[in-house]
Every structure is written in C-alpha cells, then in structure tokens.
C-alpha cells in the first residue's frame, strides 16, 4: 500500500513539475520574443527620428542651398548658393545665361533630393531594418 502511494505520488510530482517547467519554458520564449520586438520598435523610432524627407529636401531649395541646409551639409549649401547667385548675375548681364541659372538651381534641387534619400538607405542600414518592417510598421500606426 505504501508503494502504491509513493508511486502515485511521484506520477503526480512528476506531472506538476513537467507542465511548470513547460509553462517557465514558455513565459521565457515570450519574454524574449517582447525584449526583441521592444528592440526593433527602438531601431524603427530612431530612423524615424534621424530620417530626412526628400520631398522637403526639394522644396527648401526655393532658397537657394536650402535643401543642402536641410541635410546638414553646410558647406554644399554655400557651394549651391553662390553657385545660383553667379548664375543668376550672368544672366542679368546677358540673357542668353537664364537658362543656366534655371539649370544650377534645378540641379540644386536634384541633389538635395537624392542626398536625402540616400541618407535614409544609409541610415536603414546603419539601425538594421529593412523597407518591409517599416511599412509594417506604417500601417500598423495608420491602424491605430
């Protein structure tokens, strides 16, 4: 009779201790898997923070080196102005020199425009995150 009670009981321990080593099992895996995804949401906050708008790249450039300023390149912005004003005072001079002024500030533009992006390519790698885990997370925050 002993036995039979000590052998129960041993089914029984045995029972507990696999279904609450599976349950800490579990409540670990999922605790990892929240420290990663806090991880990532960090990365994903912090190129949103650091990323530069192309669209607004190209519009500050209606001033002159403006776009450049935008993305913190001061020394192209004093290149890209003066290089707009000369242009723009060879054509007061001589008309036939309008269409270059047009091109240098159209070019000035384009620049800005493609620093910016290229900054973001740059700076996705640099946090790890690829173009899909941001638009998950965009329609994620359109969601809400």
């Known amino acids: 009779m002993q036995i039979k009670r000590a052998v129960c009981a041993l089914l029984v321990l045995s029972f507990i201790s696999t279904f609450v080593g599976a349950e800490m099992k579990y409540g670990q895996l999922q605790e990892e898997e929240t420290v990663e995804s806090l991880k990532?949401?960090?990365?994903?906050?912090?190129?949103?923070?650091?990323?530069?708008?192309?669209?607004?790249?190209?519009?500050?450039?209606?001033?002159?080196?403006?776009?450049?300023?935008y993305n913190g390149q001061y020394l192209k912005a004093v290149v890209a102005y003066c290089a707009v004003l000369l242009s723009a005072l060879a054509a007061w001079g001589n008309a036939s020199y309008a269409g270059l002024a047009v091109a240098v500030w159209t070019y000035s533009a384009y620049d800005a425009h493609s620093t910016a992006k290229e900054y973001n390519k740059n700076l996705k790698k640099k946090y790890g995150l690829s173009s899909i885990q941001l638009l998950d997370t965009a329609s994620l925050n359109s969601t809400l």
């Open 40 to 69: 990532q949401e960090l990365r994903i906050a912090q190129y949103n923070a650091e990323k530069r708008n192309p669209d607004h790249a190209a519009f500050w450039c209606i001033i002159p080196g403006g776009g450049q300023v």
